[in-house]
């Protein structure tokens, strides 16, 4: 992988300047056009292994699963969604927003006490704009955001989840600098665009299975205005229990 995220980074600055070299020839019109769909690709999938290493499931011969939870921390419900999660004997990995963890600074402690994982999911949570920022601007939303658990929870994360999954050439390098691992996942709902939860359950439980990293996420609601995890997480919780498998959380935290 390291092969092509070489080829795909010396690609992005020679063929722009071969172009140009070739008079913006046909040719090096359609190079170009190659190695930006490459690229973007790399970027915007959120399992492609291009730009380094994501872990979207883990190896394993227990029954066991990773649940991680996104966009929080919620004030209001992530309390809430950890006594569901402890009535099923479940344990999931939080992935919070730097910024939204100041709010209520005591309940990071309490998520590590309870038993749960902490993970970084940038400072701001700059969805849409994530993939455009330089290696400075990525740095900080990885690393305030750490500072910001470290101090609130006591110990720094070591795994991170990108905005939608979505990250560009410079992440991983800061990734490794910091010592943390990008965590994907094998089995999401898509919850962040859709309220169905029929939809969402479903398309999870196509992929509950051992070794399988499960996304929901924090702060959306129904069209009656409810928590969607609510109406998620337990739904899920008994697919897991049915098939006779634990969620855990992750050994790299
Ligand atoms: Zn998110």
Redesign the pocket.
């Known amino acids: 992988m390291r092969i092509i995220r070489w080829f795909l980074l010396l690609a992005n600055l020679l063929v722009p300047l071969v172009w140009g070299l070739s008079g913006f020839s046909l040719w090096g019109a359609a190079a170009m056009f190659i190695v930006h769909m490459l690229s973007l690709w790399a970027t915007f999938w959120p399992s492609c292994q291009w730009w380094g290493e994501v872990t979207c499931e883990f190896e394993t011969d227990a029954p066991e699963l990773w649940l991680t939870i ?2 929080g921390p919620d004030g209001e419900h992530t309390r809430v969604v950890m006594d569901v999660l402890e009535k099923s004997h479940a344990c999931a990995t939080f ?1 919070f ?1 730097g910024k939204r963890c100041h709010n209520d600074p005591g309940l990071l402690a309490e998520v590590e006490r309870r038993g749960h994982g902490i993970g970084n ?1 940038t400072q701001n ?1 700059p ?1 849409y704009m994530f993939w455009l920022m330089g290696p400075r601007r990525v740095s900080r939303e990885l690393s305030e955001c750490s500072l910001t658990i470290e101090q609130l929870a006591g110990s720094r994360p070591t795994l991170f ?1 990108a ?2 999954g979505i990250r560009n050439c410079f992440v991983h390098p800061v990734l490794s600098r910091m010592k943390m691992n990008l965590l994907g996942w094998s089995a999401r709902g898509l919850d ?1 665009s859709c309220n169905d939860v029929d939809k969402i359950v479903a398309r999870i439980e196509k992929r509950v299975k051992p070794g399988a990293i499960i996304v929901l ?1 924090e702060g959306r609601r129904t069209d009656e205005g409810e928590p969607l995890i609510m109406k998620t997480l337990p739904r899920v919780l008994k697919i897991i229990e049915s098939r006779g498998l634990k969620a855990v959380i992750p050994e790299l935290l």
């Open positions: 996104d966009d992935f927003i999911h949570h969805a989840r905005p939608a962040g996420h």
